[in-house]
């Protein structure tokens, strides 16, 4: 018969045990924070442009509010506000400065389909939700952020705006 663990090696491995489980409960999804009462003006011209292409259908390569794609709407209202930014989501990755935390204004970049390579960016809204051009057939729209889907898929954040 196995002798019981000493009273010394249980609480660590209950601790470690207990670890485990929360670690396993934690989500790799966006970090956010909704400060909307600290945005900068360019902040406020991203959001209040993104805002306006809701609705607007989606087009590959498109950068116009005929139609769009994910980082062509991330162009189109950094553009706007006259901040420069990359075409692609995976050049807007790599090029902008990485956030802990997003907050209105940020982008949020995704791996869509395979590998880890950032290939879809949304522009996040507030309050859990962002504004991205999903893909064809779609338009733009709000997302909320907790979905799955999203969660599973995030690479991390950025930011081009003050």
């Known amino acids: 018969m196995a002798a019981a663990p000493s009273r010394g090696l249980l609480v ?6 207990l670890g ?21 003006l360019e902040r406020a011209l991203i ?12 087009r590959a390569g498109g ?6 794609d994910c980082s062509g709407l991330v ?11 990359p075409r692609t989501a995976a050049q807007q990755f790599a090029a902008l400065p990485r956030v802990e935390a997003a907050r209105p204004g940020d982008l ?3 791996a869509i389909g395979r590998g880890d390579k950032a290939s879809h960016v949304g522009i996040y809204l507030g ?4 504004i991205h051009a999903p893909g064809r057939g779609r338009r733009v729209t709000t997302t909320p952020l907790a979905l799955a889907y999203w969660q599973e898929r995030f690479l991390g954040a950025a930011t081009a705006a003050p």
């Open 20 to 40: 485990m489980v929360l670690a396993g409960c934690a989500s790799r999804g966006p970090v956010t924070r909704d400060d909307a009462g600290e945005l900068s």
């Open 127 to 130: 309050h859990g939700e962002m």
């Open 63 to 68: 950068t116009t509010l005929r139609g769009l």
């Open 75 to 85: 162009q189109l209202t950094h553009a706007r506000a006259g901040i420069r930014v």
């Open 12 to 17: 660590p491995l209950v601790l470690l045990l």
């Open 108 to 110: 949020l970049f995704f």
């Open 47 to 58: 959001l209040a442009e993104a805002k306006q292409a809701l609705g607007t259908p989606y």
